[in-house]
Each structure stands twice: as structure tokens, then as C-alpha cells.
């Protein structure tokens, strides 16, 4: 008897299977058979990352300013204010221009977490108070990456933005975000 081939009939259920008893050849075609059909399987079930990306015309952006101490930062960003277009974010997305972002609003004042599931590429996280002020900063999240990245304060928006650009921008905690979604104090 030889247990190689008799363990893959059990594990694969192939009671009808017959490989030749002792035979290592015989043994080493079924693995490479049986691995062969699961890569084919999943590369059927596998989309192209440009066919699940939707992103809007460039006179759907809104104007954003981030207002630093030494600076305006203008942006022009796509708005996420309903369940689906936050759930679907930045994913799927194969570029984001440095002067583009994408707004994230929330009915509620909460802390937040985001993660990067489906997302191309690397972004700067900003969360955001019903103010207008940046409450948190997650930078340069990593593509793909499920781990949440929380917002460690209550924020009613979010901003996405390109990764590395809110240090090369020198976007800070309690820098201003002017946008009509956010009542500023005078």
C-alpha cells in the first residue's frame, strides 16, 4: 500500500482514483494536477482592477483648502456621502493625481476607521472634525492592507488624499479644512 496516493484520494474525495502503488511519479502528477485546477479556479473567479473602478469626471469635483500655518493647499476632491460610495472608496484605483482627493462624509460625529482592502495605492488618511479640523492623521496607508486605521478621535469627514503628500504639504493635527461640509467657528 502506498499512503501517499492513498491519502490524497481521502483528502480530495477521489475514491475512484487508482495511482500505482509506491509510485512517487504518480504521486507528484496528482499534486501537480490538483494544484493546477485550484490556481485555474480562482484565476477564472479574479477581475481586472480597471473594471471595478468608477471614477467621476473632473467637473464632478468639488474644491477643498487645507489651510496650514504657512500655506493653502488647494484640492479638488470626489465626494463619498452615502453608504455605497463610502464602502467603495479609493479602491480599485490605479492612480491618484496630487491635486485630487476624495471626501468622505459622515451623517455622524464618530470615531472612525478605515482600512485599505482593494486599495492600489498608498494614501494619507485624514480624519476630521465637524469643524473643519484635522483631528488624525493616518499617513502613507499601505495598499491592500486590512488592518483598521482609527481615527483616535471623533471625526465627521474624512480626506484621502495621494500617500506622502500630507508631510511634503506639512499638513498637521489642527490644520483647517475649508469645505462647505464643515461649519467653521469664527
Known amino acids: 500500500m502506498s499512503y501517499i496516493p492513498e491519502l490524497f484520494r481521502k483528502v480530495f474525495f477521489m475514491p475512484n482514483l487508482h495511482l500505482k502503488t509506491g509510485s512517487v511519479a504518480s504521486s ?26 468608477q471614477i467621476k469626471p473632473y467637473s464632478a469635483l468639488e474644491p477643498l483648502t487645507v489651510k496650514t500655518p504657512t500655506a493653502l493647499h488647494e484640492f479638488r476632491v470626489e465626494i463619498a456621502d452615502d453608504f455605497s460610495e463610502r464602502e467603495q472608496g479609493l479602491m480599485y484605483r490605479k492612480n491618484l493625481p496630487e491635486d485630487q482627493g476624495m471626501l468622505f462624509e459622515f451623517p455622524d460625529t464618530s470615531e472612525r476607521a478605515f482600512w485599505m482592502k482593494n486599495t492600489v495605492i498608498p494614501l494619507d488618511i485624514i480624519y476630521i ?35 506622502g503628500l500630507a508631510d511634503k504639504m506639512g499638513i498637521k493635527v489642527g490644520d483647517q479644512i475649508i469645505h462647505p461640509f464643515f461649519t467653521v467657528k469664527s
Open 129 to 163: 472634525s465637524p469643524q473643519g479640523r484635522i483631528v488624525s492623521i493616518q499617513k502613507q496607508a499601505q495598499p491592500f492592507d486590512e488592518t483598521p486605521l482609527p481615527s483616535f478621535a471623533p471625526a465627521k469627514g474624512v480626506l484621502e488624499i495621494q500617500g
Open 28 to 53: 507528484l502528477t496528482a499534486v501537480m494536477l490538483s494544484v493546477a485546477v485550484a490556481f485555474a479556479g480562482l484565476s477564472a473567479c479574479a477581475k481586472p482592477l480597471a473594471d471595478n473602478a
